[in-house]
């Protein structure tokens, strides 16, 4: 049985094997919503893995008495079975099916070793009563099979973090019990890239479409440290009711070596918008069916993709259901400021990026 999922392939009877994103992008496939094209490692292949090394023993010892509050023991601790599970060998038949899914993905995109994102997409992480976005790692522009073997198991290990550890703690979750899949998604070189929102964030008003947008790839979005340009859209005649340039005087952009890294942006290219009115319709116009199909509001990812024909460069990297308007109202009771709710919001819709040096 193969232990790969393809997008195109999927079905909700495999939801719980795939994880949240794997189950989102297979299902925005589906639904005809312009995604760039992947698979996903099942949790089978996490489980084999974990029992072919015996990796259940080994995390009890490490997890038994652990003390959330003691942050020396939670890091000392939590870096051993990150280790341990990056070390491990995974089973031949979970490679084979890996490096022969990765093999397929290059040839169809007519590319030696086409560049990947490796996403993780734990079983957790779009449970109802809890939202782990954000808790575990993503890596960009991995090339080649054994790059990928390699960032696949950095995913699983990221179910280890210090953060995520000592979140399932005060969630209640038992640590054995989560699983991860490890999404594998050709990866998109953006113009410019961001989040929409199907409500207005500030207000909730679900007639509305709210799109932050930056030059380059989303982290400047995500990190804070660029001030997106900001479009508030009528979701019924999209038209654009509120547009605010920012000064965007850094971006990131990939380097000739593959990483994403933080660059200064051109001066005349600072100060200009990131994006047509066209390309804010046409992300308008995708959040809208996203949310139809989903049948809820929805936070979702998108970059205008530079290796596609204008008209049809828009893609949609992942959507989720809205999670934090409802923690609006005890933030505002409380007196949080809308800055921090906004903050929050783009917190949980994006993990963080990391890359690797070639």
Not at 47 to 53: D, I, L, N
Not at 208 to 235: H, M, R, Y
Request: aromatic share 6%; proline share 4%.
């Amino acid at each position: 049985m193969s232990m790969v999922m393809w997008f195109s392939e999927y079905s909700p009877s495999v939801k719980t094997s795939v994880g949240g994103k794997g189950a989102s992008l297979g299902e925005m496939t589906g639904a005809g919503l312009p995604v760039p094209p992947g698979f996903a490692l099942t949790t089978a292949a996490f489980r084999a893995s974990k029992e072919q090394a015996g990796l259940d023993a080994e995390l009890a010892v490490h997890l038994d008495g652990l003390d959330t509050n003691d942050t020396n023991m939670v890091s000392e601790r939590c870096s051993e079975i990150r280790r341990a599970i990056e070390g491990m060998a995974m089973p031949s038949a979970v490679e084979d099916d890996l490096r022969s899914a990765y093999a397929t993905l290059c040839s169809e995109s007519n590319t030696d070793d086409v560049p990947v994102a490796v996403r993780s997409s734990a079983t957790s992480e779009d449970s109802p009563d809890a939202s782990f976005a954000g808790e575990h790692d993503t890596y960009l522009w991995v090339r080649g099979a054994d790059d990928v073997v390699d960032a696949v198991r950095r995913c699983w290990a990221s179910l280890f973090t210090d953060r995520a550890t000592c979140y399932r703690v005060e969630m209640g979750y038992e640590h054995h019990t989560v699983e991860m899949s490890v999404v594998v998604q050709k990866m998109v070189r953006p113009v410019s890239a961001g989040v929409a929102f199907t409500l207005n964030p500030s207000n909730g008003d679900r007639s509305q479409i709210c799109i932050d947008s930056a030059w380059g790839f989303g982290e400047g979005v995500v990190s804070g440290e660029v001030t997106p340009d900001n479009f508030l859209i009528d979701k019924v005649m999209f038209e654009i009711g509120r547009r605010e340039i920012s000064n965007k005087t850094h971006e990131f952009r990939l380097t000739d070596h593959d990483t994403v890294e933080k660059v200064e942006t051109e001066k005349e290219r600072a100060s200009e918008s990131s994006l047509t009115d066209a390309h804010i319709k046409a992300i308008a116009t995708l959040a809208k069916e996203a949310e139809k199909h989903y049948g809820c509001p929805q936070d979702i990812e998108w970059a205008v993709d530079a290796d596609l024909h204008e008209g049809e460069n828009v893609v949609l990297l992942q959507s989720r259901p809205e999670t934090v308007w409802s923690k609006k109202q005890s933030d505002s009771a409380s007196g949080g400021s809308n800055g921090d709710f906004m903050a929050s919001i783009v917190s949980t819709l994006m993990n963080p990026l990391h890359t690797q040096k070639r």
